[in-house]
């Protein structure tokens, strides 16, 4: 059994909702597939109605997955080298509370030079989540309560031990320069 497995089987044993953060980018198909298996009530697009309007077509979108036996999310969990996005649970079944935290998070920089900050790039998790404080977390992850993903050439688990909902910090620590530029160097 893989890493991917056992923690899917784990968040499910305790009763916590299963959520994919699917990028888009190389997974149009996949994102296609998904949604119209799963029905609008199950999916967002994170792009939608935020400054990344625009470009919704390409966005990231935010799944509650009903089953983890789906064979489309079985054949992501065989490709992660793809960076497709990561996986997250969480207690609460709100999907609406779970996009606004991300779309929040979604835009960064001044007004007149907005920048998007790719969360749901497994690489930008990766770097960020092992960066802050695991205090920090909370802010950065929300209502959160674990995330999977792929890092280094392996699966990564971080559990979020302060779950809950956070308003967005007026200086998010994932946005000082010393978390930047890790995260840009890749290291």
């Not at 888009?24 to 400054?51: H, I, M, V």
């Not at 920048?115 to 960066?131: E, K, M, Q």
């Not at 695991?134 to 999977?148: R, T």
Request: proline share 6%.
């Amino acid at each position: 059994m893989n890493t991917p497995t056992q923690w899917l089987e784990e968040q499910t044993r305790l009763g916590r909702r299963i959520y994919l953060m699917l990028d888009s980018d190389g997974q149009l198909d996949a994102r296609n597939a998904l949604t119209g298996e799963l029905g609008a009530d199950l999916y967002r697009n994170l792009y939608s109605g935020t400054p990344a309007d625009a470009m919704a077509h390409i966005g990231p979108h935010l799944f509650q997955l009903e089953s983890i036996t789906q064979p489309l999310i079985q054949k992501l969990l065989r490709t992660p080298e793809h960076h497709w996005g990561w996986l997250a649970s969480a207690n609460d079944g709100d999907l609406d509370a779970l996009t606004t935290h991300w779309r929040e998070r979604l835009v960064s920089g001044e007004p007149s030079h907005p920048t998007l900050y790719r969360f749901h790039d497994s690489r930008v998790l990766g770097r960020v989540l092992a960066c802050l404080r695991v205090q920090q977390h909370l802010c950065f992850l929300g209502p959160m309560l674990s995330v999977c993903y792929w890092q280094a050439e392996q699966w990564t688990l971080i559990d979020n031990l302060h779950p809950g909902l956070c308003s967005l910090p007026l200086d998010p620590e994932w946005l000082k320069q010393s978390v930047l530029e890790a995260t840009c160097a890749g290291g």
